[in-house]
């Protein structure tokens, strides 16, 4: 189970999946472990990041990234950089 990521997200993709109607999510700079229950989609609007998966994937994000996080996935969040993104859950 990998996290995937496109970097940086193409502004026609934006368009094309709404991307800029999806609600918003914000955290400031901290560390928690999160499981995804479901498939979750988002574009990084701010911040940085660094998850570490329980399978050892380690992936940064930042502002312009499209990452997808598998349905199942257990990992660990850091947020150097406060973050907001829009987010999609499901399909």
């Not at 700079?29 to 380690?58: H, M, R, V």
């Not at 992936?59 to 950089?81: A, E, M, R, Y």
Request: glycine fraction near 6%; aromatic fraction near 10%.
């Amino acid at each position: 189970m990998e996290i995937s990521k496109i970097s940086p997200c193409k502004a026609s993709t934006i368009i094309k999946y709404g991307i800029k109607n999806w609600p918003v999510w914000e955290c400031e700079p901290s560390s928690f472990p999160w499981k995804y229950d479901e498939k979750e989609t988002c574009l990084i609007l701010e911040g940085e990041a660094t998850i570490e998966t329980d399978s050892n994937q380690i992936i940064d994000i930042k502002s312009g990234d499209l990452v997808t996080f598998p349905q199942g996935l257990n990992c660990n969040w850091k947020i150097h950089k406060r973050i907001r993104k829009h987010y999609r859950f499901g399909n």
